[in-house]
């Protein structure tokens, strides 16, 4: 369906076309209709669907200029509500409309001037109270009410927020609300607050035809950054992003890469607005091409051009893993999903490897220098050490064929992801295994050699297919 077949302001189409877009998106044409129906609608889709644009083309149509704030638009994080103001912006061109960005981390006055004269507001839950407990917003008259990233917004801890918000706002409006995922707190929030809600899903699966999904075991703790530092110098053009588990990881990590000699910059919500804004726009300016981030703070960001996504600490889910690697191989281009395992990452890849859409294949340990990773670098305070003698690695040799985890669609089971695995011709097993590589050392997670006793009578039981590891040797040294 093409844009030009909405019943829209003509001037809305041409900023669309302007901003270069033809048809609708699967998201978009399921959604924009009923939104202009008047319906509320629920939709279940990944950042990168354009769901943005799925609520603000039917807003902007009903909003009428200098009637005071018809909408509001609640964002889980800063960076996500400066882009979808953005995206209202752009489409808001030649409309005479004003719109507001609202969120912590900057001063409050200049955002107390805007909300005089504005017509739709995009904010972060907790400046959104600051600004009703100090009287300096009106939503008497708001017509719209959209949740972004609504499953986001409550993990962080912001059920209470929302719920205070929406007592502030008429009950006569339509409500729309937008989330990666639906579980039971975001379904309470359908059903006491959505009236006869459309529901939209759009397909979340990994095309596994554009999407190339590999891990790499790594024997030990202290070989990882290393190994990452190896993968990223020989990946070619192209933008990069890297995944990690806190906030303090991130800034370790990306401090090293630049010690390293790469353009790396990191971005997480313990962050300043202007630094976080300064990393976004290093990034959109390409002077780095690099993004090492959490899950918090690159959740709803739409960043162009990904060609790389590195999993530097595997995630507890299938769901965000599906999220961190959906940002890659977009518009039909080719993209390739990476994730890095050591002893402390067995278990939430065993529960990622279940999902039965991922096809994720091992590849055997390259050769690789080993470098110097300061773990006190970025204001970290334990984890992994460099080598000091400065050798490499001598990577495995599993004789050409490499295992994978392929979930039960795949290999028929009907018991969760099965573990696809091959020894090669030297006896190597290349799947994934759970024997403990660093000589029963704390692998630093709080894991003890007790765990790796455990796992390794794992791997001596023969395969199931209920995600129990195949028997495999250790890596070469």
């Known amino acids: 369906m093409k844009f030009e077949e909405l019943k829209v302001n003509p001037r809305i189409l041409g900023n669309v076309r302007h901003m270069g877009f033809e048809s609708l998106m699967d998201i978009q044409e399921k ?27 039917p807003i902007l149509e009903k909003v009428r200029p200098g ?11 800063r960076e996500l509500c400066v882009q979808v103001a953005d995206v209202f912006s752009d489409l808001s061109k030649g409309l005479g409309m004003n719109i507001a960005t609202v969120y912590g981390g900057v001063g409050i006055e200049p955002q107390m001037s805007r909300l005089r004269h504005t017509d739709v507001v995009v904010g972060t839950p907790g400046r959104i109270l600051d600004h009703l407990g100090r009287g300096t917003i009106e939503l008497g008259r708001v017509k719209f009410l959209v949740l ?24 006569e409006r339509q409500t729309l609300m937008f989330s990666a995922t639906m579980y039971g707190v975001v379904e309470d929030i359908t059903r006491r607050h959505l009236r006869s809600p459309v529901f939209v899903e759009t397909q979340t699966h990994v095309d596994r035809s554009k999407l190339k999904q590999v891990y790499y075991d790594i024997p030990e703790q202290h070989m990882k950054f290393s190994l990452l530092l190896h993968l990223l110098k020989i990946r070619g053009s192209g933008l990069s992003l890297v995944f990690c588990g806190t906030r303090r990881e991130s800034d370790v990590v990306s401090t090293n890469l630049r010690r390293h000699g790469l353009n790396a910059m990191a971005i997480h919500g313990g962050m300043s607005q202007n630094i976080r804004e300064k990393s976004l726009d290093s990034l959109k300016n390409q002077s780095i091409n690099i993004l090492v981030a959490t899950d918090v703070a690159a959740r709803g960001l739409d960043i162009k051009n990904v060609t790389h996504v590195y999993n530097y600490d595997v995630p507890k889910t299938s769901k965000d893993y599906i999220h961190r690697i959906g940002r890659t191989a977009r518009a039909g281009e080719m993209g390739k999903a990476v994730t890095l395992l050591t002893q402390r990452d067995h278990d939430n890849f065993r529960r990622v490897s279940r999902d039965e859409n991922l096809d994720i294949e091992s590849m055997p340990i390259p050769d690789f220098p080993r470098v110097q990773f300061d773990r006190f670098a970025g204001g970290s305070d334990r984890g992994e050490r460099g080598s000091r003698d400065g050798r490499g690695y001598r990577g495995s040799r599993g004789g050409g064929e490499r295992g994978g985890y392929r979930g039960r669609g795949s290999g028929g089971s009907s018991g969760g992801g099965r573990y696809r695995g091959s020894s090669g011709s030297s006896g190597r097993s290349s799947g994934y295994h759970s024997s403990d590589h660093s000589s029963g050392r704390s692998s630093g997670s709080g894991h003890s050699s007790s765990h790796s006793g455990r796992s390794s009578e794992h791997s001596r039981q023969s395969g199931s297919s209920s995600g129990r590891y195949r028997s495999g040797g250790g890596h070469s040294r």
């Open 31 to 57: 959604s924009i209709p009923r939104i202009l129906e008047g319906r509320d609608v629920v939709g279940q889709a990944e950042t990168g669907s354009g769901k943005t644009l799925a609520f603000a083309i």
């Open 67 to 77: 009637a005071g704030i018809q909408a509001l638009v609640l964002t889980p994080t």
């Open 148 to 171: 972004d990233e609504t499953d986001r917004m409550l993990d962080m801890g912001f059920i209470d927020d929302v719920e205070e918000i929406i007592r502030h706002v008429p009950k």
